[in-house]
């Protein structure tokens, strides 16, 4: 079955770095879409960014741009978001998904149980 598990959270000051892992398992990785989403408390879910199949285009929200990179690692099933100059707003619960195929035009069809991030001093 499809499983996307997701590490790399955690405590880190303000302008600080984390980097991010989703784990997949149960699919082909390299034929779909995936995403990073976040959750503040008391907030709607939002999409961070975007890596089509075969990683010819990204996209990211206008708050996380020049901070982020979403990259993949299709030979070992791994997807990845590493962020810097991390801010207090970046706090959130922080979920992979996997879209229902290679590009944006699918939904997302699993989501991972998150990883938790919290930027402060």
């Known amino acids: 079955q499809v499983q996307l598990v997701e590490s790399g959270g955690g405590l880190a000051q303000p302008g600080g770095s984390l980097r991010l892992s989703c784990a997949a398992s149960?699919?082909?990785?390299?034929?779909?879409?995936m995403s990073w989403a976040r959750q503040a408390p008391g907030k709607g879910l939002e999409w961070v960014s975007v890596?089509?199949?075969?990683?010819?285009?990204?996209y990211y929200t206008d708050s996380v741009k020049g901070r982020f990179t979403i990259s993949r690692d299709n030979a070992k099933n791994t997807l990845y978001l590493q962020m810097n100059s991390l801010e207090p707003e970046d706090t959130a619960l922080y979920c992979c998904?996997?879209?229902?195929?290679?590009?944006?035009?699918?939904?997302?069809?699993?989501w991972g149980q998150g990883t938790q991030v919290t930027v402060s001093s």
């Open positions: 149960g699919f082909t990785f390299s034929s779909y879409a």
């Open positions: 998904a996997k879209a229902g195929g290679s590009n944006s035009n699918y939904a997302y069809d699993y």
């Open positions: 890596i089509y199949s075969d990683v010819s285009y990204t």
